[in-house]
């Protein structure tokens, strides 16, 4: 496969993890009032929900940072992009590669969040569960590691004279999950309204959020 059919792919797989992350962003990391939207729909629907973010989140962007193979597998991967292609020819393979993997050592703490993840079947990780802190990682960490990887990957694509992508702005249409709030609004409003009504009972308002 040619270093330009591969890009045209790890592409999607750089704007599926854009998507991941906005769209948690989106639900799970705004503003106050959204949190209660979320508690006050399904509380514990959408506690499930971010779990399940927070293990596809890390996932993403360590496939993207696999080596190049595992064991005789090949991976879809920024690695195999850079060493098993006519790329370990060009004049500044040196330097993407040393780019690549220092990239790679920031991203350690999700990797590890990933190894927590695939030791589902580990005895030590399950019987110490509750002791075993979950790996964390910020929306700061998250952010920095996707614009380093875009960095690297434009970088890679104007080396092979390929055109400049712009990989927030290319996703800018996608509305991640404001049609489901904006539903989610209306139907507390509209509960709300019949629970002044006495037509309903009314919501709770003083829960402790889950997401903070």
Aim: hydrophobic fraction near 40%.
């Amino acid at each position: 496969m040619t270093p330009e059919r591969l890009i045209s792919v790890l592409h999607e797989e750089v704007i599926y993890a854009h998507l991941l992350h906005e769209t948690f962003f989106q639900v799970f990391d705004s503003t106050e009032d959204v949190t209660r939207l979320l508690e006050d729909s399904d509380e514990q629907f959408f506690l499930l929900i971010n779990s399940i973010y927070l293990d596809a989140i890390p996932l993403s962007f360590t496939r993207l940072l696999d080596p190049a193979k595992t064991g005789s597998k090949d991976n879809l991967s920024l690695f195999y992009l850079i060493e098993q292609t006519s790329l370990s020819a060009h004049n500044d393979f040196g330097k993407w590669l040393s780019d690549l993997k220092t990239i790679r050592e920031a991203a350690q703490k999700f990797f590890d969040a990933r190894n927590k993840v695939t030791g589902h079947l580990d005895l030590v990780i399950n019987a110490n569960r509750a002791s075993i802190p979950r790996p964390s990682f910020s929306r700061t960490d998250i952010q920095e590691i996707y614009h380093r990887i875009t960095t690297w990957l434009n970088e890679v694509r104007l080396g092979l004279g390929l055109p400049y992508c712009s990989y927030n702005i290319g996703v800018a249409n996608f509305q991640y999950a404001r049609p489901l709030l904006l539903t989610l609004g209306e139907g507390r409003k509209s509960l709300n309204q019949k629970a002044a009504a006495g037509q309903v009972p009314k919501l709770p308002s003083d829960k402790v959020s889950p997401y903070s």
